[in-house]
């Protein structure tokens, strides 16, 4: 991992820290506007931090496996090994998923969507398609928590969607 990538990780846990501390003080707790917007970034910081806590882990492994392949003993090099290509593997999976973590957000990435499904050319198969993939969206919005406001739905015969906007 770049150097400059950890030092950008250790600062977001140091401010992890701080707004921990912070929201703890009854000042803060006080001032509603400031407990909020503490809490937001507290909710948007934690999961980098604990990711970074397990990559700093698998780093760990990885350096106490390599200094037991200096040892005499054959079966403890074998296993030194096969934790070396283990803990890569994971610190490899770790750092791309910081990496993505930390891209910058998009303002329009807390807003709102307008869906609206239509069945295309295909009779009552397109129909059917254009209803299951309704129920799809809607029980992904239920399972993510979001709110869906049904605008506008036209049923098909054969238990399908001519059309939906939500």
Same mark, same amino acid.
């Given at each position: +991992?770049?150097?400059? +990538?950890?030092?950008?990780?250790?600062?977001?846990?140091?401010?992890?820290?701080?707004?921990?501390?912070?929201?703890?003080? *009854?000042?803060?707790?006080?001032?509603?506007?400031?407990?909020?917007?503490?809490?937001?970034?507290?909710?948007?910081?934690?999961?980098?931090?604990?990711?970074?806590?397990?990559?700093?882990?698998?780093?760990?492994?990885?350096?106490?496996?390599?200094?037991?392949?200096? *040892?005499?003993?054959?079966?403890?090099?074998?296993?030194?090994?096969?934790?070396?290509?283990?803990?890569?593997?994971?610190?490899?999976?770790?750092?791309?998923?910081?990496?993505? +973590?930390?891209?910058?957000?998009?303002?329009?990435?807390?807003? *709102?969507?307008?869906?609206?499904?239509?069945?295309?050319?295909?009779?009552?198969?397109?129909?059917?398609?254009?209803?299951?993939?309704?129920? +799809?969206?809607?029980?992904?919005?239920?399972?993510?928590?979001?709110?869906?406001?049904?605008?506008?739905?036209?049923?098909?015969?054969?238990?399908?969607?001519?059309?939906?906007?939500?």
């Amino acid at each position: +991992m770049h150097n400059s +990538m950890l030092i950008k990780l250790q600062k977001l846990k140091e401010r992890l820290g701080e707004i921990q501390d912070a929201l703890v003080d *009854s000042d803060t707790v006080k001032n509603i506007e400031k407990y909020t917007q503490l809490n937001k970034e507290f909710s948007e910081l934690k999961p980098i931090v604990e990711i970074f806590d397990q990559y700093n882990e698998t780093v760990a492994r990885y350096e106490g496996a390599t200094s037991l392949l200096e *040892s005499d003993d054959d079966e403890m090099k074998e296993l030194a090994q096969i934790e070396i290509e283990e803990s890569q593997q994971e610190s490899e999976g770790f750092e791309r998923d910081l990496k993505f +973590m930390l891209l910058p957000k998009d303002s329009a990435d807390d807003g *709102s969507a307008y869906l609206e499904i239509r069945a295309g050319a295909g009779g009552d198969e397109a129909g059917i398609f254009a209803g299951d993939l309704f129920r +799809m969206y809607t029980r992904l919005a239920e399972r993510e928590g979001w709110n869906i406001d049904v605008i506008d739905i036209k049923q098909a015969e054969q238990g399908g969607l001519k059309r939906s906007c939500c």
